[in-house]
């Protein structure tokens, strides 16, 4: 099983991107996607999770009205629009999997066993 993320890089405070993760993972649809950061000296934290079925979404409080979760199942891609960037999103945002047999599974913050690497975003001021 294998992540990949992409799209991260340099943006002003009020800016947006968009980060991407391909998932090489069989069937797409049973694998709830989730993206988490991490800033320096700062724990790992859960910024935002899609269902396999791609219509169940959770975000931390902090992101929430800022960033939108979508996938696209045809193409094994989740997507994380970012917009209204603070300095403080500055992190590695790494995306990971887990298995589930429903594609309507109830979504977590933790228990996600398959990683990507991350990509690197930083929001000036």
């Known amino acids: 099983v294998q992540l990949q993320a992409s799209g991260g890089g340099l943006v002003q405070a009020g800016g947006s991107v968009r980060l991407s993760c391909v998932a090489s993972v069989r069937p797409f649809s049973h694998y709830p996607i989730a993206w988490f950061r991490q800033a320096p000296g700062e724990d790992r934290e859960f910024v935002a999770a899609i269902s396999g079925s791609g219509d169940i979404t959770k975000y931390a409080d902090s992101v929430k009205g800022r960033f939108t979760i979508s996938r696209d199942n045809s193409m094994n891609t989740v997507y994380l629009q970012m917009s209204s960037l603070k300095p403080e999103d500055t992190a590695v945002y790494s995306c990971?999997?887990?298995?589930?047999?429903?594609?309507?599974?109830?979504?977590?913050?933790?228990?996600?066993?398959?990683w990507g690497q991350g990509t690197q975003v930083t929001v000036s001021s």
């Open positions: 990971a999997a887990r298995w589930t047999s429903s594609t309507r599974a109830t979504l977590t913050t933790s228990g996600y066993r398959y």
